[in-house]
């Protein structure tokens, strides 16, 4: 199911709204660091919710939401603090004792490796 949402972050790409810099998957949120490019913030996240929840449920033949209420946004203005939140985005299913070891998490991805 996972690879369902990520899907919907691909499709932010091909459709030129948005650059994926980091994301993780998580079972009932996601953290995406993005580079916005067209139209705005709350569209894009309100469309890769709704998508990716509609997709979910359908397979999974049930109607219940998938995703926490809302989003918080945070802009990043310097190089340097890009890769580290990245870090702190892929590293979202160790702090929660999903994993020891992220490489053994399968939903995330960052462009700097």
């Known amino acids: 199911m996972g690879r369902l949402?990520?899907?919907e972050f691909r499709q932010a790409e091909q459709t030129g709204?948005?650059?994926s810099?980091?994301?993780?998957?998580?079972p009932d949120h996601f953290h995406w660091l993005l580079e916005l490019h067209n139209g705005?913030?709350?569209?894009?996240?309100?469309?890769?919710?709704?998508?990716?929840a509609r997709t979910v449920n359908k397979i999974r033949?049930?109607?219940?939401?998938?995703?926490?209420?809302?989003?918080?946004?945070?802009?990043?203005?310097?190089?340097?603090d890009l890769k580290t939140m990245a870090r702190y985005i892929v590293?979202?299913?160790?702090?929660?004792g999903m994993v020891e070891h992220i490489g053994d998490y399968p939903l995330w991805d960052a462009i700097w490796l």
């Open 5 to 7: 949402v990520v899907n």
């Open 17 to 19: 709204a948005a650059q």
């Open 21 to 26: 810099l980091a994301w993780v998957v998580m």
């Open 40 to 52: 705005d913030l709350p569209r894009l996240m309100q469309g890769t919710k709704s998508r990716s």
């Open 61 to 80: 033949g049930i109607q219940a939401p998938l995703w926490q209420k809302g989003y918080f946004d945070r802009a990043l203005r310097r190089e340097e």
């Open 91 to 96: 590293a979202n299913p160790l702090r929660a």
